[in-house]
Nanobody, 122 residues
Framework: QVQLVESGGGLVQAGGSLRLSCVAS????????MGWYRQAPGKQRELVAA???????NYADSVKGRFTISRDNAKNTVTLQMNSLKPEDTAVYYC????????????????WGQGTQVTVSS
């Protein structure tokens, strides 16, 4: 079973940056898609960004141009660089492993981290 541990969350001012990291206990090389999801109070969980083993990416429209997802299979890590943060980005962010893509539909995998809180103040 793959264990995922997120880090890097915190409290920042609007316009600031954070870098979230997800470290897997096992190899992610066999995982097709790795992703970051977030859930704000009273909101549904949503895909923020995902990346396949081949490097294809998918971003929520609300974060495109501001966030960048990357993965390093050798280090078993997935990173989300978050720039120009807005109060609307406030949420718990979760790392997800072993998702997939079917056509243009990206679906979540079976493995989840515990989540890390990101709070952006105005």
């Amino acid at each position: 079973q793959v264990q995922l541990v997120e880090s890097g969350g915190g409290l920042v001012q609007a316009g600031g940056s954070l870098r979230l990291s997800c470290v897997a206990s096992g190899s992610i090389s066999s995982m097709h898609a790795m992703g970051w999801y977030r859930q704000a109070p009273g909101k549904q969980r949503e895909l923020v960004a995902a990346i396949t083993s081949g490097g294809s990416t998918n971003y929520a429209d609300s974060v495109k141009g501001r966030f960048t997802i990357s993965r390093d299979n050798a280090k078993n890590t997935v990173t989300l660089q978050m720039n120009s943060l807005k109060p609307e980005d406030t949420a718990v962010y979760y790392c997800n492993a072993d998702g997939g893509v079917y056509g243009h539909y990206w679906y979540e995998g079976d493995y989840w981290g515990q989540g890390t809180q990101v709070t952006v103040s105005s």
